[in-house]
């Protein structure tokens, strides 16, 4: 081959390679992480790795149990099922009990809920209204064995047991026998009243209460409604993206019985 020959041979391979790195970096750019839902597959659990000692079907039933312990977290406060008065009881098995307004439940609908997920039952009793002085929110009949609404009852706004919304991620499960200790992250808002949507998320219930250490936040535009921007707004998505290292962690402790359900035994933070 002469020197010309060479010299044009030469010149291709470097057309070649270069079209080749600007094919790649473009392949790069377009694939590039952009949106939020991009950023929270690769930030998700950044610090601390899901370690779980648990069949998937386990892990799954721990965090259905949690996401629904959550409705006892208006009493702020480490317990242990034990803590748990016969009224908390009732108030947590009346979550899953949509037609109470508007029918009786009887005693061993409630009943089924606190044995699943307390290992209790519970004695039937009046429940009062949160909000109200001296004003019955559900009536016990001792007779028929049912609980029904007190028609009597006005309706009105905020719920004063203030339950919140939380999102949970669990960050690790042990267990040493029929135990098991899940530690969880979290990210609370507590609703404003009966909206169905939260606006707000924070590090406690308490930090939700009042308003502090705010991780995400919903900015609607100009006459934009709550139910309009959730159409968009997904807070799963917002939580993540935050680094464990930025969360409170708390600790659940269950016992698994012959059933393999998980019992709640306690409840722990700093």
């Known amino acids: 081959m002469n020197k ?22 473009m392949f790069l750019k377009d694939n590039k992480c952009t949106t939020k839902e991009c950023e929270a597959k690769e930030a998700g659990k950044p610090s601390v790795s899901n370690e779980k000692e648990v069949s998937e079907t386990d892990y799954e039933q721990l965090l259905d149990k949690i996401n629904h312990m959550s409705t006892l977290e208006y009493l702020n ?32 609908r409630v009943n089924e809920i606190t044995k699943k997920y307390f290992g209790k039952e519970i004695t039937g009793e009046d429940v009062p209204c949160p909000e109200c002085v001296d004003v ?52 609370f808002c507590v609703l404003g009243g009966h909206t169905g949507y ?20 919903i900015e609607l535009d100009e006459n934009e409604e709550l139910d309009e921007a959730y159409e968009y707004y997904h807070p799963e998505t917002e939580f993540n993206i935050i680094s464990n290292d930025n969360l409170n ?22």
């Open 136 to 187: 019955k929110l559900f009536l016990y009949d001792k007779d028929k064995k049912v609980f029904k609404n007190n028609e009597e009852h006005g309706g009105h706004g905020i719920s004063g047991l203030r339950k919140p919304n939380i999102i949970n991620r669990i960050i690790k499960i042990q267990n040493d026998g029929n135990k098991y200790t899940v530690l969880v992250k979290k990210a």
């Open 77 to 108: 406060k480490n317990f242990s099922v034990n803590d748990l008065s016969n009224l908390d009881m009732i108030n947590f098995a009346l979550d899953f009990i949509d037609e109470k307004y508007d029918e009786e439940f009887s005693l061993d």
């Open 4 to 25: 010309k020959g060479i010299i044009i041979t030469i010149i291709i391979a470097i057309l070649c390679l270069a079209i080749g790195f600007g094919s790649s970096y």
């Open 249 to 270: 962690t708390y600790t659940y402790t269950f016992e698994k019985n012959d059933n393999n359900e998980f019992i709640f035994s306690s409840y722990t933070f700093k």
């Open 198 to 217: 939260c606006t707000a998320y924070h590090k406690s219930y308490d930090d939700a209460l009042n308003g502090n250490n705010t991780l995400f936040d």
